[in-house]
């Protein structure tokens, strides 16, 4: 850890910055490994196909990225056929593991999920950025805890559970996981031995017989896996985090797919500048990232949920309402997330 900070603190010294001007130290070491950089990135070090459809990556980390909390998510970017692209991933590796381990599931026409799924390979380097979320265990820990989780949306969860048992946790903890078959559920082997230590660990299946758990998760299904639990933590599609919270009011969620927007009724009609490439466009009421691609444009873009800041831009002027929050921005010379903000008129961006 000291030996991090110190590289960390002489590679961004001023010093070698100007001995190393003006293509900075980065260049000149990442030529004798692609990792040695200020920036914050990792080697996949091991790579993992244990279920049909996904992929888990074990990545080593630089001494520039910023360790994980049990839960939160980390934006991705992967190189592919020569374009960067971001996407978030959740680290499903207890916090302060050494190794940063991804599942990333594989998505029929998702262009980075089924890059890794086929091309990942030990030694591949990928960009990390800071880890971010509030899907966060609490302190002090509660004593009773309720994991729910369906496909991928295992990996937080998954975090979580790990971080608990690594720092010793007294309490009663159940974990209920969905997924569309045996074959298809990530983990089962680990679960299967955390069940022997007294993990409680409940299965359901979508597609297939055999879980524990018959059907979609509802009063049934809590009842089975822990009546009155102090705190319950669930992340998957939407459905099951509906379902979680109809009976648990106080769950705490996290859904990896955007939930569909409410678009303003009638379009501003304002007209949208896109600065930097002279294209300018009527506003037809989508977010700014959907009406820049129908332009012509290839702005980045990751979540398009407005969690990944990936594709904030510069907005010139102009007023942008945001999707999310509801909230109308007028400033000038302001950044916003394109992916949810729609326009409230004239609106002047650099793109
Ligand atoms: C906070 C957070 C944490 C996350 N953590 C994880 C995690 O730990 N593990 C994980 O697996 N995922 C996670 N995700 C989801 C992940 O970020 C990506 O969304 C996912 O991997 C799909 O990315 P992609 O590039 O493969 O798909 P994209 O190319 O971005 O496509 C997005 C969706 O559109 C569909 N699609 C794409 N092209 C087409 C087309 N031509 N026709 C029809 N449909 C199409 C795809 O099926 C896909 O579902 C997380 C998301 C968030 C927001
Ligand atoms: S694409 Fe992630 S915040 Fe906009």
Redesign the pocket.
């Known amino acids: 850890m000291f030996t991090q900070t110190l590289t960390k603190k002489v590679l961004r010294s001023p010093l070698v910055d100007l001995l190393t001007g003006p293509h900075g130290v980065d260049r000149y070491t990442e030529l004798v490994d692609p990792i040695w950089t200020t920036d914050a990135r990792a080697r996949v070090v091991d790579v993992r196909r244990s279920t049909p459809r996904?992929v888990t990556l074990l990545l080593e980390p630089n001494a520039a990225v910023v360790s994980h909390r049990a839960g939160q998510?980390v934006n991705l970017t992967v190189e592919i056929d020569g374009r960067r692209?971001t996407?978030?991933?959740?680290?499903?590796s207890a916090e302060g593991a050494a190794l940063i381990e991804?599942?990333?599931?594989?998505?029929?026409?998702?262009?980075?999920?089924?890059?890794l799924y086929r091309h990942a390979r030990p030694g591949m380097v990928l960009g990390l950025s800071e880890p971010a979320?509030e899907?966060l265990l609490p302190a002090p820990r509660p004593r009773r805890v309720l994991f729910v989780s369906g496909?991928?949306?295992i990996?937080?969860v998954m975090s979580m559970l790990r971080t608990l048992l690594a720092e010793g946790h007294d309490g009663e903890i159940a974990f209920v996981h969905y997924a569309r078959t045996p074959a298809e559920a990530c983990y089962r082997t680990e679960l299967a031995e955390m069940a022997a230590t007294g993990v409680r660990v409940l299965h359901g299946y979508t597609r297939s017989p055999g879980g524990e758990l018959d059907g979609r998760f509802g009063l049934e299904h809590l009842k089975i896996a822990m009546a009155e639990p102090d705190a319950v933590y669930v992340c998957g599609p939407p459905a099951l985090v509906d379902a979680v919270r109809d009976h648990c009011p106080n769950a705490l969620s996290?859904?990896?797919?955007?939930v569909p927007f409410v678009l303003p009724d009638t379009p501003s009609g304002g007209r949208i500048t896109f600065r930097d490439s002279a294209i300018e466009t009527t506003d037809d009421g989508r977010p700014l990232l959907d009406q820049a691609e129908a332009a012509g444009l290839t702005p980045t873009s990751?979540?398009?949920?407005g969690?990944?800041h990936t594709c904030t831009r510069r907005k010139h002027r102009g007023a942008v309402r945001n999707l999310t929050t509801g909230t109308v921005s007028t400033a000038d010379e302001e950044d916003v997330q394109i992916c949810v903000s729609v326009p409230v008129g004239d609106v002047e961006l650099a793109l």
């Open positions: 996904s998510h692209h996407r978030c991933y959740s680290p499903a991804l599942t990333i599931g594989s998505h029929d026409g998702g262009l980075v999920s089924n890059h979320g899907f496909g991928s949306g990996t937080p996290e859904s990896f797919v955007p990751g979540c398009r949920m969690i990944c």
